[in-house]
Protein backbone atom coordinates (compact mmCIF):
# COMPACT_ATOMS: atom_id res chain seq x y z
CA UNK A 1 0.00 0.00 0.00
CA UNK A 2 1.07 3.43 -0.91
CA UNK A 3 1.45 5.96 1.98
CA UNK A 4 -0.53 8.38 -0.30
CA UNK A 5 -3.47 6.15 -0.60
CA UNK A 6 -3.74 5.84 3.32
CA UNK A 7 -3.52 9.81 4.01
CA UNK A 8 -6.76 10.29 1.27
CA UNK A 9 -8.88 13.05 2.41
CA UNK A 10 -12.37 11.66 1.21
CA UNK A 11 -13.85 14.68 1.35
CA UNK A 12 -11.12 15.64 -1.77
CA UNK A 13 -13.20 13.04 -3.74
CA UNK A 14 -16.18 14.93 -5.69
CA UNK A 15 -18.14 13.06 -7.18
CA UNK A 16 -20.07 9.65 -7.31
CA UNK A 17 -17.41 7.73 -9.71
CA UNK A 18 -14.19 8.97 -7.39
CA UNK A 19 -16.00 7.60 -4.71
CA UNK A 20 -16.70 4.20 -5.94
CA UNK A 21 -13.30 3.87 -7.66
CA UNK A 22 -11.65 4.66 -4.26
CA UNK A 23 -13.93 2.01 -2.16
CA UNK A 24 -13.46 -0.61 -4.93
CA UNK A 25 -9.53 -0.44 -4.71
CA UNK A 26 -10.07 -0.01 -0.94
CA UNK A 27 -12.06 -3.73 -1.20
CA UNK A 28 -9.73 -5.02 -3.74
CA UNK A 29 -6.39 -3.99 -1.57
CA UNK A 30 -8.34 -5.66 1.67
CA UNK A 31 -9.06 -9.20 -0.67
CA UNK A 32 -5.03 -8.88 -1.42
CA UNK A 33 -4.41 -9.26 2.04
CA UNK A 34 -6.64 -11.53 2.90
CA UNK A 35 -5.14 -14.04 0.10
CA UNK A 36 -1.78 -13.53 1.04
CA UNK A 37 -2.31 -13.81 4.82
CA UNK A 38 -1.32 -10.38 5.24
CA UNK A 39 -3.88 -10.06 8.20
CA UNK A 40 -2.22 -7.42 10.37
CA UNK A 41 -3.15 -4.48 7.75
CA UNK A 42 -6.72 -5.53 8.22
CA UNK A 43 -7.41 -3.21 10.99
CA UNK A 44 -5.83 -0.35 9.26
CA UNK A 45 -7.92 -1.38 5.97
CA UNK A 46 -11.26 -1.77 8.05
CA UNK A 47 -11.02 1.97 9.61
CA UNK A 48 -10.32 3.33 6.14
CA UNK A 49 -13.12 1.39 5.00
CA UNK A 50 -15.57 2.32 7.92
CA UNK A 51 -14.70 5.82 7.05
CA UNK A 52 -15.77 5.63 3.26
CA UNK A 53 -18.87 4.33 4.34
CA UNK A 54 -19.43 7.50 7.15
CA UNK A 55 -18.53 9.53 3.77
CA UNK A 56 -21.31 8.44 1.36
CA UNK A 57 -23.86 7.79 4.39
CA UNK A 58 -23.21 11.55 5.09
CA UNK A 59 -23.58 12.95 2.03
CA UNK A 60 -26.32 10.82 0.64
CA UNK A 61 -27.55 12.27 4.60
CA UNK A 62 -27.18 15.78 3.57
CA UNK A 63 -29.57 15.65 0.77
CA UNK A 64 -33.31 16.34 2.19
CA UNK A 65 -35.25 14.04 -0.06
CA UNK A 66 -38.06 15.88 0.49
CA UNK A 67 -37.40 19.08 -0.48
CA UNK A 68 -34.50 17.94 -3.06
CA UNK A 69 -34.67 18.87 -6.67
CA UNK A 70 -34.10 16.14 -8.56
CA UNK A 71 -30.33 16.35 -9.54
CA UNK A 72 -30.20 15.86 -5.76
CA UNK A 73 -32.12 12.84 -5.26
CA UNK A 74 -30.39 11.38 -8.23
CA UNK A 75 -27.39 11.76 -6.16
CA UNK A 76 -28.64 10.11 -3.36
CA UNK A 77 -29.91 7.65 -4.93
CA UNK A 78 -26.28 7.32 -6.77
CA UNK A 79 -24.51 7.65 -3.30
CA UNK A 80 -26.88 4.91 -1.74
CA UNK A 81 -26.07 2.40 -5.23
CA UNK A 82 -22.30 2.86 -4.38
CA UNK A 83 -23.15 1.79 -0.80
CA UNK A 84 -24.77 -1.38 -1.79
CA UNK A 85 -22.12 -2.25 -4.28
CA UNK A 86 -19.54 -1.60 -1.45
CA UNK A 87 -21.45 -3.79 1.11
CA UNK A 88 -21.49 -6.52 -1.50
CA UNK A 89 -18.01 -6.65 -2.04
CA UNK A 90 -17.26 -6.38 1.77
CA UNK A 91 -19.17 -9.11 2.90
CA UNK A 92 -17.69 -11.21 -0.25
CA UNK A 93 -14.07 -10.01 1.55
CA UNK A 94 -15.52 -11.43 5.22
CA UNK A 95 -17.20 -14.89 3.94
CA UNK A 96 -13.30 -15.07 2.00
CA UNK A 97 -11.94 -14.45 5.45
CA UNK A 98 -13.96 -16.70 7.71
CA UNK A 99 -13.35 -19.19 5.23
CA UNK A 100 -9.22 -18.33 5.63
CA UNK A 101 -9.66 -18.65 9.49
CA UNK A 102 -11.86 -21.85 9.27
CA UNK A 103 -9.03 -23.69 7.15
CA UNK A 104 -6.10 -22.00 9.25
CA UNK A 105 -8.66 -24.09 12.32
CA UNK A 106 -8.27 -27.16 10.54
CA UNK A 107 -4.81 -27.03 9.89
CA UNK A 108 -3.93 -26.26 13.64
CA UNK A 109 -6.56 -29.42 14.46
CA UNK A 110 -4.60 -31.36 12.06
CA UNK A 111 -1.28 -30.72 13.68
CA UNK A 112 -3.03 -31.63 16.71
CA UNK A 113 -4.47 -34.98 15.86
CA UNK A 114 -1.01 -35.82 14.70
CA UNK A 115 0.92 -34.61 17.85
CA UNK A 116 -1.21 -36.46 19.80
CA UNK A 117 -0.61 -39.47 17.57
CA UNK A 118 -4.35 -39.77 16.10
CA UNK A 119 -5.06 -40.02 12.49
CA UNK A 120 -4.68 -37.06 10.46
CA UNK A 121 -7.13 -38.06 7.31
CA UNK A 122 -4.85 -38.37 4.15
CA UNK A 123 -5.68 -39.43 1.28
CA UNK A 124 -3.83 -40.90 -1.97
CA UNK A 125 -3.80 -40.22 -5.50
CA UNK A 126 -6.71 -42.76 -5.82
CA UNK A 127 -8.32 -41.22 -3.35
CA UNK A 128 -8.32 -44.22 -0.81
CA UNK A 129 -7.57 -42.73 2.85
CA UNK A 130 -4.35 -43.42 4.05
CA UNK A 131 -4.27 -44.35 8.01
CA UNK A 132 -1.54 -41.95 9.79
CA UNK A 133 -0.57 -41.80 13.69
CA UNK A 134 1.75 -40.02 15.78
CA UNK A 135 3.44 -43.59 17.28
CA UNK A 136 4.06 -45.10 13.75
CA UNK A 137 5.28 -42.14 12.05
CA UNK A 138 8.61 -42.74 9.84
CA UNK A 139 10.08 -40.40 7.78
CA UNK A 140 10.24 -41.43 3.97
CA UNK A 141 12.89 -40.65 1.74
CA UNK A 142 12.34 -41.15 -2.10
CA UNK A 143 15.04 -40.99 -4.20
Known amino acids: MTSSKKTVNLATLRNVDALARFGIDLLQQERKAILSGAFDSLAELGERKGALLDEIES??????????????????????????????????????????????QKARDMVDRLTTGGSAGFYGAAGQRISTSGAGMQAVVKL
Open 59 to 104: RAGAVDSGQATPEQRDLRTSLLSVATILSRRATENQNLLTSSLNGA
